[in-house]
C-alpha cells in the first residue's frame, strides 16, 4: 500500500545508522534468567525489581479471581466496570502510601496524561523538571497551562521559575521521584521547600521508586520523611509491583475531580480481575516480606561496585538503574548485542529515549539475581568492554 513510503525512508536510516531494533520475544517468564531465541540468558534490562511477577501469593490471588469474576470486567469504571475489589484496593492503596485517597489507572502513561490534562488551564502554570518521563512531557502537552522546564535537579533553576510565576494561579512543580535513564533520586526536600515558599503544588511520580524506597517501598515520599507534605504522588503498578497499572495517591478531592475529568480514566474499561487481585496481593507482599527490599539493595550496591571497579562510567546513579554510559549509539546497541552473546540480555537505550551521544546500557538488578549471576554478569561486561575499547 501507497503512502508510507516517508516513514520507510526513516526507517532505512535508521538501519544504515546501525540504530534500527526489533521487538525482542521472551520464551519463559520473566525471571533473574529468561529464555530468549532458545537461549538462556541472565536478564539485566526487567523492571521486575522484587521478582513479584511470578510471586506465588500473587498467582495465587489471580488464579482465584479468575475463576469467581471471570477474565475482563466488560465496562471502563464509570458506566459498569467498578468491582468492589477495585474500590478495596484503592483503600488499601491509599492507606499505604499514607495518603486519603488513591485511583487506579491503565497504566503510569495514562495517569500522568490524565492528572496533568485534567487539573490545569490557561490559568495556571506547570514547571517540569528537564528530564522527566515521556508521559509527562505529553501530559504537559495536552495541557493549556503555561510550562516551564528548570534544569535538571537543579534548584537555583526551579526558584527563578517560581519566582518568575507568581501571576498564576496554580504552580504544579512536577519531577520523577527516581529518573528512570539516569538512577538518581530528585532532591525532593529542597523542591518540597521551594513549593512551600512560593505556594506552589507538587507533583512526583514515583514509577520507579515504588517498591524501591521508602518503608516498605512507599517510594520517595515517604523515603525523605514528607508524608502530607506533597499533594500528588503517582506511582506504576508494572515495576516493583510486578503487575500491570498506574496510580494517583492524593486526596479525596482530586479523586473525584479526576473520576469526573481524567479522560484515560472515563474512556478505558478497567482492569481485569486478575490484575487487581495480584495487585492487592502485592501490597501484602510489600508489607510481609521487606526482606525482598534489602536483598534487592544489597544485589544493588554489589553489582554497581563491580562495575565502577571495572572502570565503567556508571553516570549519577543512586538506585538499581545502573546506566552503563557508552556514548555513541551505534557502539551502544553493538556493546548489548556482544553482551547477548555472552549470557547477557541487557538492552542498549540510544536517541530519542535519550539525548544524542548519550547511549547507554541502562541494567536494572532485581532481589532475584543471586550474587553468582551478578558475578557473571559482571566477567561479560569485561569481557565485551575491552573487547570494544571502553575499558
Known amino acids: 500500500m501507497k503512502g508510507f513510503e516517508y516513514l520507510q525512508d526513516q526507517l532505512d ?15 519463559s517468564k520473566q525471571g533473574s534468567k529468561v529464555q530468549i531465541k532458545g537461549k538462556e540468558v541472565i536478564q539485566l534490562s526487567s523492571n521486575n525489581y522484587l521478582g513479584l511477577t511470578s510471586h506465588p501469593k500473587m498467582v495465587e490471588a489471580a488464579e482465584k479471581a479468575n475463576q469467581e469474576y471471570g477474565v475482563g470486567t466488560g465496562s471502563v469504571r464509570t458506566i459498569a466496570g467498578t468491582l468492589q475489589m477495585h474500590e478495596d484496593f484503592e483503600k488499601k492503596l491509599a492507606k499505604f502510601k499514607h495518603t486519603e485517597a488513591a485511583l487506579v489507572f491503565q497504566s503510569g502513561f495514562t495517569t500522568n496524561q490524565g492528572i496533568l490534562s485534567s487539573i490545569l488551564t490557561e490559568q495556571d502554570v506547570v514547571i517540569s523538571d528537564e528530564l522527566n518521563h515521556a508521559s509527562i512531557i505529553d501530559g504537559i502537552r495536552l495541557t493549556k497551562a503555561a510550562r516551564k522546564i528548570y534544569k535538571h535537579v537543579d534548584m537555583e533553576s526551579l526558584e527563578q521559575a517560581l519566582k518568575e510565576s507568581s501571576d498564576y494561579r496554580t504552580k504544579l512543580i512536577v519531577t520523577d521521584g527516581v529518573f528512570s535513564m539516569d538512577g538518581n533520586i530528585a532532591p525532593l526536600p529542597e523542591i518540597v521547600e521551594l513549593a512551600e515558599k512560593y505556594g506552589a ?48 495517591a492524593s486526596t479525596q478531592t482530586l479523586r473525584e475531580y479526576l473520576i469526573h475529568k481524567g479522560r484515560p480514566f472515563l474512556f478505558s474499561t478497567s482492569h481485569p480481575p486478575a490484575v487487581t487481585a495480584a495487585n492487592d496481593a502485592a501490597i501484602d507482599v510489600l508489607l510481609e516480606e521487606p526482606e525482598l527490599i534489602d536483598k534487592l539493595w544489597g544485589n544493588t550496591k554489589f553489582f554497581k561496585d563491580g562495575l565502577k571497579k571495572l572502570g565503567f562510567n556508571t553516570g549519577i546513579s543512586e538506585t538499581p538503574v545502573t546506566p552503563v554510559m557508552i556514548g555513541d549509539d551505534a557502539l551502544t546497541h553493538k556493546f548489548s548485542d556482544e553482551l547477548f552473546e555472552e549470557g547477557i540480555f541487557a538492552q542498549g537505550i540510544v536517541f530519542p529515549t535519550v539525548q544524542r551521544g548519550k547511549g547507554r546500557i541502562r541494567t ?28
Open 201 to 248: 503544588l507538587v507533583m512526583v511520580d514515583d514509577a520507579h521508586a515504588s517498591g524501591v524506597l521508602g518503608e516498605n517501598g512507599r517510594g520517595t515520599v515517604n523515603h525523605f520523611g514528607l508524608d502530607g507534605r506533597v499533594h500528588i504522588q503517582v506511582g506504576t503498578l508494572s515495576k516493583a509491583i510486578g503487575v500491570l497499572g498506574g496510580y494517583v
Open 13 to 27: 536510516d535508521m538501519k544504515n545508522e546501525g540504530t534500527f531494533r526489533t521487538l525482542i520475544p521472551l520464551e
Open 364 to 391: 536494572i538488578v532485581t532481589a532475584e539475581h543471586s550474587k553468582e549471576e551478578l558475578q557473571d554478569a559482571l566477567n561479560a561486561f569485561e569481557k565485551v568492554g575491552k573487547k570494544l575499547n571502553i575499558i
